[in-house]
């Protein structure tokens, strides 16, 4: 870790407990901290796992715990991030029809799921997948209560997704995959999941952000056009209307 990313993290550590995901930067020390620090304006947070120089970024997810899920949850469901998170924008674009079938990859608290949920109606499915034990229970916890019969919440091991060959309309991920290792691979594995005119969306943060990630964590979207370039896919649709992260359509390459 370097000294630059160690004081920074001490730092805003002790000035603010949200450390972790979508962190803000309403106090000005710390946004005057991070500007010196680091010269981009960002924030960090969480623990590190630096990737070894040599090999491709690809390679290496960033591995970072999401079992203390309460606190998970007051970001993730905050107010603050519906404002610049526009999900109900989010799900108008992704055109889904009474029906459809959704994978939300890395579901965390389910705020997308409960949407898409909605979306596809008493006839679509969606599948809640988390890596995280904790994070499944809390999703389990939610459907039961919420009575979303629709939603079908599954365990995965990282790397695995469990879809059926040809059973999904669309593959989402927000904010997840800069945390999977082998991406290519995975992404590769993942095609065969897609029905014919399947679609992976993917929402993920812009490197100027003021939310999200440590910088060298986030996948930019040149990166991540070229990852699915290489898994395999071309680039369907880009939508710019989120301010902090970029938002992409894949779909397979015929
Ligand atoms: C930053 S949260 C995003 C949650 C949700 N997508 C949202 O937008 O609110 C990332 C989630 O991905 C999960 N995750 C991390 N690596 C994963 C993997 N390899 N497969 C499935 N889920 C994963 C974490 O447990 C966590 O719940």
Redesign the pocket.
Known sequence: MSYRLLVLKTYYKELSPMTD?FPTMRQPLIRLAAFLLLGSGTILYGQESEAPATEPKAMH?YHHS?HDVGKYARL?ESKERDKWQEPDRVIEALNLKPGSVVAD?????G??TRRFSQAVGAEGKVYA????PA?ADYLRKEVKEKGLKNVTVRL?K??SADLEPQSVDRIFF???LH??DNRIEYLRKLSGALKPEGRIVLIDFKPNSPVGPPPAHRILEEEAKEEFRQAGYRVVKEYDFLPYQYFLEFAPEK
């Open positions: 995901l997810g999401f993730f990859i890395g579901a965390g608290t705020y997308f997948i988390d890596s995280e994070m995965v990282p790397g927000c904010v997840v945390h999977v």
